[in-house]
Protein backbone atom coordinates (compact mmCIF):
# COMPACT_ATOMS: atom_id res chain seq x y z
CA UNK A 1 0.00 0.00 0.00
CA UNK A 2 1.05 3.17 -0.98
CA UNK A 3 2.14 5.92 1.26
CA UNK A 4 1.34 9.41 1.18
CA UNK A 5 2.55 12.20 2.89
CA UNK A 6 1.14 16.15 2.86
CA UNK A 7 2.17 18.74 4.65
CA UNK A 8 -0.11 19.32 8.26
CA UNK A 9 -1.72 22.21 7.36
CA UNK A 10 -1.49 25.84 4.97
CA UNK A 11 -2.87 29.15 4.90
CA UNK A 12 -4.10 31.12 1.95
CA UNK A 13 -6.46 33.86 1.42
CA UNK A 14 -9.06 34.66 -1.07
CA UNK A 15 -8.81 35.00 -4.44
CA UNK A 16 -5.26 33.18 -4.56
CA UNK A 17 -4.20 29.64 -6.31
CA UNK A 18 -3.24 27.23 -4.13
CA UNK A 19 -1.02 24.11 -4.58
CA UNK A 20 -1.25 21.23 -2.29
CA UNK A 21 1.92 18.48 -2.56
CA UNK A 22 1.63 14.94 -2.06
CA UNK A 23 3.96 12.34 -2.08
CA UNK A 24 4.00 8.92 -2.48
CA UNK A 25 6.99 7.37 -3.10
CA UNK A 26 6.23 3.67 -3.08
CA UNK A 27 3.41 4.24 -5.93
CA UNK A 28 2.73 1.24 -8.28
CA UNK A 29 1.95 0.75 -11.27
CA UNK A 30 -1.64 0.22 -11.53
CA UNK A 31 -2.12 2.67 -8.60
CA UNK A 32 -4.02 6.14 -9.75
CA UNK A 33 -3.95 9.25 -7.24
CA UNK A 34 -7.07 10.74 -6.07
CA UNK A 35 -7.58 13.58 -3.93
CA UNK A 36 -10.27 13.91 -1.64
CA UNK A 37 -12.23 16.71 0.06
CA UNK A 38 -13.56 16.86 3.52
CA UNK A 39 -15.65 19.31 5.77
CA UNK A 40 -16.01 18.81 9.25
CA UNK A 41 -18.68 16.35 9.95
CA UNK A 42 -19.12 15.02 6.52
CA UNK A 43 -17.75 12.21 4.41
CA UNK A 44 -14.87 12.86 2.18
CA UNK A 45 -15.92 14.42 -1.16
CA UNK A 46 -14.03 13.32 -4.55
CA UNK A 47 -11.99 16.05 -6.43
CA UNK A 48 -9.89 14.69 -9.12
CA UNK A 49 -8.34 11.58 -9.87
CA UNK A 50 -5.28 11.07 -12.23
CA UNK A 51 -2.77 8.28 -13.31
CA UNK A 52 0.05 10.38 -15.23
CA UNK A 53 0.78 14.40 -16.69
CA UNK A 54 -2.07 16.70 -15.94
CA UNK A 55 -5.54 16.46 -15.02
CA UNK A 56 -8.24 19.45 -15.09
CA UNK A 57 -11.55 19.45 -13.89
CA UNK A 58 -13.75 22.08 -13.12
CA UNK A 59 -12.70 22.73 -9.58
CA UNK A 60 -9.12 21.94 -9.86
CA UNK A 61 -5.76 20.69 -11.66
CA UNK A 62 -3.35 17.75 -10.72
CA UNK A 63 -0.19 17.66 -12.11
CA UNK A 64 1.45 14.37 -11.95
CA UNK A 65 5.40 14.01 -12.92
CA UNK A 66 7.01 11.48 -14.66
CA UNK A 67 8.03 9.52 -12.32
CA UNK A 68 4.64 9.77 -10.23
CA UNK A 69 6.43 9.67 -7.21
CA UNK A 70 4.48 13.06 -5.88
CA UNK A 71 1.57 15.18 -7.17
CA UNK A 72 0.34 18.76 -6.65
CA UNK A 73 -3.35 19.41 -6.44
CA UNK A 74 -4.08 23.08 -7.59
CA UNK A 75 -7.01 25.01 -6.65
CA UNK A 76 -7.40 28.36 -8.30
CA UNK A 77 -8.74 31.58 -6.97
CA UNK A 78 -10.10 30.23 -3.78
CA UNK A 79 -12.64 31.61 -1.19
CA UNK A 80 -13.73 30.90 2.19
CA UNK A 81 -15.57 27.95 1.43
CA UNK A 82 -12.38 25.75 0.32
CA UNK A 83 -11.23 25.72 4.08
CA UNK A 84 -11.18 22.40 4.32
CA UNK A 85 -9.10 18.99 4.69
CA UNK A 86 -7.77 17.78 1.35
CA UNK A 87 -6.46 14.02 1.48
CA UNK A 88 -4.32 12.66 -1.31
CA UNK A 89 -4.60 9.18 -1.79
CA UNK A 90 -2.89 6.22 -3.83
CA UNK A 91 -4.61 2.95 -5.38
CA UNK A 92 -5.41 1.06 -7.94
CA UNK A 93 -9.19 0.40 -7.77
CA UNK A 94 -12.32 0.81 -5.74
CA UNK A 95 -12.39 -2.44 -3.82
CA UNK A 96 -8.28 -1.88 -2.83
CA UNK A 97 -7.96 -0.86 0.39
CA UNK A 98 -7.35 2.95 0.76
CA UNK A 99 -4.98 3.85 3.80
CA UNK A 100 -6.27 7.68 4.41
CA UNK A 101 -2.88 9.82 5.23
CA UNK A 102 -2.65 12.79 7.70
CA UNK A 103 -4.20 15.04 5.26
CA UNK A 104 -3.77 19.14 4.80
CA UNK A 105 -5.74 21.71 6.73
CA UNK A 106 -6.08 24.02 4.35
CA UNK A 107 -7.64 27.50 5.98
CA UNK A 108 -8.32 30.28 3.32
CA UNK A 109 -8.74 34.24 5.18
CA UNK A 110 -10.63 37.33 3.62
CA UNK B 1 -22.02 10.28 -10.14
CA UNK B 2 -22.15 7.04 -8.39
CA UNK B 3 -24.46 7.72 -4.70
CA UNK B 4 -23.38 6.51 -1.81
CA UNK B 5 -26.21 7.07 1.30
CA UNK B 6 -25.75 6.56 4.94
CA UNK B 7 -28.36 6.28 7.68
CA UNK B 8 -28.40 7.62 10.31
CA UNK B 9 -26.66 10.78 10.75
CA UNK B 10 -26.48 11.11 14.37
CA UNK B 11 -27.58 8.76 16.73
CA UNK B 12 -27.39 9.04 20.71
CA UNK B 13 -27.31 5.90 22.71
CA UNK B 14 -27.02 4.36 26.08
CA UNK B 15 -24.06 2.92 27.04
CA UNK B 16 -24.70 -1.05 26.70
CA UNK B 17 -27.07 -0.89 23.68
CA UNK B 18 -26.30 -1.38 20.54
CA UNK B 19 -26.73 0.66 17.62
CA UNK B 20 -26.69 -0.06 13.51
CA UNK B 21 -25.85 2.34 10.41
CA UNK B 22 -26.26 1.47 7.52
CA UNK B 23 -24.24 2.10 3.49
CA UNK B 24 -26.27 2.22 0.87
CA UNK B 25 -24.95 2.41 -2.87
CA UNK B 26 -27.79 3.60 -4.45
CA UNK B 27 -26.69 3.61 -8.49
CA UNK B 28 -24.41 0.90 -8.56
CA UNK B 29 -23.32 -2.34 -7.06
CA UNK B 30 -20.54 -2.78 -4.70
CA UNK B 31 -19.41 -6.16 -3.91
CA UNK B 32 -16.87 -3.80 -1.17
CA UNK B 33 -17.39 -1.68 1.02
CA UNK B 34 -15.24 0.01 3.63
CA UNK B 35 -15.88 1.26 7.16
CA UNK B 36 -14.06 3.69 8.62
CA UNK B 37 -14.16 5.55 12.13
CA UNK B 38 -12.77 9.64 12.70
CA UNK B 39 -12.12 11.22 15.64
CA UNK B 40 -12.11 15.16 15.81
CA UNK B 41 -9.35 16.66 14.01
CA UNK B 42 -7.89 13.38 12.70
CA UNK B 43 -7.63 11.62 9.63
CA UNK B 44 -10.12 8.69 8.85
CA UNK B 45 -8.81 5.09 9.96
CA UNK B 46 -9.97 2.01 8.45
CA UNK B 47 -11.78 -0.49 10.60
CA UNK B 48 -12.90 -2.86 8.15
CA UNK B 49 -13.65 -3.88 4.88
CA UNK B 50 -17.43 -5.44 4.09
CA UNK B 51 -17.32 -7.93 1.29
CA UNK B 52 -20.46 -8.86 -0.21
CA UNK B 53 -21.59 -12.36 0.72
CA UNK B 54 -18.59 -13.28 3.20
CA UNK B 55 -16.97 -12.09 6.18
CA UNK B 56 -15.49 -8.63 6.57
CA UNK B 57 -11.43 -8.37 6.52
CA UNK B 58 -10.79 -6.30 10.57
CA UNK B 59 -7.79 -4.08 10.72
CA UNK B 60 -5.38 -4.94 13.82
CA UNK B 61 -6.81 -3.75 16.62
CA UNK B 62 -10.43 -3.47 15.55
CA UNK B 63 -12.33 -6.07 17.19
CA UNK B 64 -14.54 -7.92 15.10
CA UNK B 65 -16.97 -8.92 17.89
CA UNK B 66 -17.55 -5.47 19.21
CA UNK B 67 -18.23 -3.53 15.22
CA UNK B 68 -20.08 -6.14 13.72
CA UNK B 69 -20.24 -5.69 9.90
CA UNK B 70 -22.94 -7.32 7.43
CA UNK B 71 -22.91 -6.78 3.70
CA UNK B 72 -25.68 -9.49 3.05
CA UNK B 73 -26.26 -7.48 -0.63
CA UNK B 74 -24.57 -6.06 -3.76
CA UNK B 75 -25.98 -2.64 -2.21
CA UNK B 76 -26.09 -2.94 1.53
CA UNK B 77 -23.86 -2.99 4.60
CA UNK B 78 -24.49 -2.35 8.00
CA UNK B 79 -22.36 -1.94 10.62
CA UNK B 80 -23.69 -2.61 14.23
CA UNK B 81 -21.61 -0.90 16.91
CA UNK B 82 -22.75 -3.31 19.98
CA UNK B 83 -22.60 -3.04 23.50
CA UNK B 84 -21.32 0.70 22.87
CA UNK B 85 -19.84 2.66 25.23
CA UNK B 86 -18.12 6.49 25.58
CA UNK B 87 -14.85 5.13 24.02
CA UNK B 88 -17.09 4.17 21.32
CA UNK B 89 -18.40 7.87 20.67
CA UNK B 90 -17.11 8.79 16.96
CA UNK B 91 -17.83 9.81 13.34
CA UNK B 92 -18.49 6.68 11.58
CA UNK B 93 -18.28 6.77 7.70
CA UNK B 94 -18.58 4.25 4.95
CA UNK B 95 -17.32 4.40 1.45
CA UNK B 96 -17.53 2.00 -1.33
CA UNK B 97 -16.90 2.34 -5.75
CA UNK B 98 -17.91 0.67 -8.87
CA UNK B 99 -16.00 -2.22 -9.94
CA UNK B 100 -14.70 -1.04 -13.07
CA UNK B 101 -14.31 2.60 -11.48
CA UNK B 102 -10.66 3.36 -10.03
CA UNK B 103 -12.68 6.15 -7.75
CA UNK B 104 -14.74 5.39 -4.06
CA UNK B 105 -17.26 7.90 -3.16
CA UNK B 106 -18.50 7.91 0.68
CA UNK B 107 -21.38 8.63 3.00
CA UNK B 108 -22.23 11.82 4.42
CA UNK B 109 -21.21 9.58 7.58
CA UNK B 110 -22.68 9.30 11.16
CA UNK B 111 -22.29 10.89 14.40
CA UNK B 112 -22.60 8.45 17.08
CA UNK B 113 -22.48 10.14 20.82
CA UNK B 114 -22.94 6.75 23.59
CA UNK B 115 -24.08 8.30 27.16
Known amino acids: LAKTTQPISMDSYEGQEVNITCSHN???????ITWYQQFPSQGPRFIIQ???TKVTNEVASLFIPADRKSSTLSLPRVSLSDTAVYYC???????????FGSGTRLSIRP | GAVVSQHPSWVICKSGTSVKIECRSL??????MFWYRQFPKQSLMLMAT?????????EQGVEKDKFLINHASLTLSTLTVTSAHPEDSSFYIC???????????FGSGTQLSVL
Open chain 2, 95 to 105: SAGPATNEKLF
Open chain 1, 26 to 32: NIATNDY
Open chain 1, 50 to 52: GYK
Open chain 1, 89 to 99: LVGDSSASKII
Open chain 2, 27 to 32: DFQATT
Open chain 2, 50 to 58: SNEGSKATY
